[in-house]
T-cell receptor, first 113, second 110 residues
Framework: SAVISQKPSRDICQRGTSLTIQCQVD?????MFWYRQQPGQSLTLIAT?????????ESGFVIDKFPISRPNLTFSTLTVSNMSPEDSSIYLC??????????FGPGTRLLVL | EDKVVQSPLSLVVHEGDTVTLNCSYE??????LLWYKQEKKAPTFLFML????IEKKSGRLSSILDKKELFSILNITATQTGDSAIYLC??????????FGKGTLLTVNP
């Protein structure tokens, strides 16, 4: 397995602002993803973070709202832009290691007022 | 569109009971089925199943997959209060993407 860390672990933000969440993996990974879990809901895939190129977004998610970077194999960021209360969720990054399954980071709990 | 349905959505048992959680799925390009336990924020990995009929076991937890009938079960024997959590089933399809079910909220009372 791998150790996946996320920063911040939680934040309270004002509407209209943006927050960038960082995800760091302690070993090389083949793929990284970003998920959202709204209150009382299950996890929904936002996008696949591609190294050195634009992320691949799922239906209902767009780059202007959720810009993602992945400058190297082990690090990615997700920005939640122009936030509204509907963006209050847990945001989780995940990583697939070579020959292994998908592991999740500890999550970032976001509250937008 | 890939789909995962878990049942029951919630379950309350007493310590020592045995529980069975169900997961049915529809997915194109099936790669694997995964079970996770979620207590606070992060889902922690339990099992990955790729082949039918082969039971995976870890302590009091076990799981099996039926690829013909498109379902999996997660069994927990001799439940403990520490087993209280949301149990998530996910299927891995194209490009390693996971589609999650809504989860089963398990409450184990002393």
């Amino acid at each position: 397995s791998a150790v996946i860390s996320q920063k911040p672990s939680r934040d309270i933000c004002q509407r209209g602002t943006s927050l960038t969440i960082q995800c760091q993996v302690d070993s090389q990974v083949t793929m990284m993803f970003w998920y959202r879990q709204q209150p009382g809901q299950s996890l929904t895939l936002i996008a696949t973070a591609n190294q050195g190129s634009e992320a691949t977004y799922e239906s209902g998610f767009v780059i202007d709202k959720f810009p993602i970077s992945r400058p190297n194999l082990t690090f990615s960021t997700l920005t939640v832009s122009n936030m509204s209360p509907e963006d209050s969720s847990i945001y989780l990054c995940s990583a697939i290691l070579p020959q292994e399954t998908q592991y999740f980071g500890p999550g970032t709990r976001l509250l937008v007022l | 569109e890939d789909k995962v349905v878990q049942s029951p959505l919630s379950l309350v048992v007493h310590e020592g009971d045995t529980v069975t959680l169900n997961c049915s799925y529809e997915v194109t390009n099936f790669r694997s089925l995964l079970w996770y336990k979620q207590e606070k924020k992060a889902p922690t990995f339990l099992f990955m199943l790729t082949s039918s009929g082969i039971e995976k076991k870890s302590g009091r937890l076990s799981s099996i997959l039926d690829k013909k009938e498109l379902f999996s079960i997660l069994n927990i024997t001799a439940t403990q209060t520490g087993d209280s959590a949301i149990y998530l089933c996910a299927v891995e399809g194209s490009n390693y993407k996971l589609t999650f079910g809504k989860g089963t909220l398990l409450t184990v009372n002393p």
